[in-house]
């Protein structure tokens, strides 16, 4: 099936610093691309979705400078927390639509990144 | 606007016993529904969706959903609960439009005890 790559699983960063996250689709393009965060015990709440060769479209709320998302090719799309800060600390998660010949349109997410500032 | 309620934070059962998980929707024209599953520091795994059709829906694991139009509802249930089948479980709804975005439920996280 379609598998996203997710990487890191897992990044510390000291507080003023940027954090990369990526998101590779591996066996299929992925034209759109979306980005949530989750906090604990808590549901996912979608940040932005991003259109590769396009700008990325912010939900209310989030700030456009703080998260940057870039989506240059249709296999990558990253997020990047510009001037991490504690509050920034959560759990983030992309997701792409794929076709699946067996299930139709579906859905298929990355394995998450755990970002904590320090 | 679309919306989804998971009104139980927390199902606990034994094992070998029937498993629900409640969900109902809010959505503008015919909704698409969708069961994930998440473990800890984990992505969600596709459980199963609703698009049309067949109001029951199988899907992995054993799993199966009931789509109710008239209750907006789409409840999982599991027939015998395994311990293997704790986790973080979430229901998400879209319109059909042309954004594609989910709206996820609170999440339901389930215990099974041996």
């Known amino acids: 099936g379609a598998v996203v790559s997710q990487h890191p699983s897992w990044v510390i960063c000291k507080s003023g610093t940027s954090v990369k996250i990526e998101c590779r689709s591996l066996?299929?393009?992925?034209?759109?691309m979306f980005w949530y965060r989750q906090f604990p015990k808590q549901s996912l709440m979608l940040m932005a979705t991003s259109n590769e060769g396009s700008k990325a479209t912010y939900e209310q709320g989030v700030e456009k400078d703080k998260f940057l998302i870039n989506h240059a090719s249709l296999t990558l799309s990253t997020l990047t927390v510009t001037s991490a800060h504690p509050e920034d600390s959560s759990f983030y998660i992309c997701s792409a639509r794929v076709w699946d010949r067996g299930l139709g349109y579906g859905y298929t997410f990355g394995s998450g990144t755990r970002l904590t500032v320090v | 606007a679309q919306s989804v309620a998971q009104p139980e934070d927390q199902v606990n059962v034994a094992e070998g016993n029937p498993l629900t998980v409640k969900c109902t929707y809010s959505?503008?024209?015919?909704?698409?529904l969708f069961w994930y599953v998440q473990y800890p520091n984990r992505g969600l795994q596709f459980l199963l969706k609703?698009?049309?059709?067949?109001?029951l829906v199988k899907g992995s694991y054993g799993f199966e959903a009931e789509f109710n139009k008239s209750q907006t509802s789409f409840h999982l249930k599991k027939p015998s609960a395994l311990v293997s089948d704790s986790a973080l479980y979430f229901c998400?709804?879209?319109?059909?439009?042309?954004?594609?975005?989910?709206?996820f439920g609170a999440g339901t996280t389930v215990t099974v005890r041996a």
């Open positions: 609703y698009i049309t059709g067949d109001n």
């Open positions: 998400a709804v879209r319109a059909y439009s042309n954004d594609y975005k989910l709206s």
């Open positions: 959505v503008s024209g015919n909704p698409y």
């Open positions: 066996d299929f393009q992925a034209t759109t």
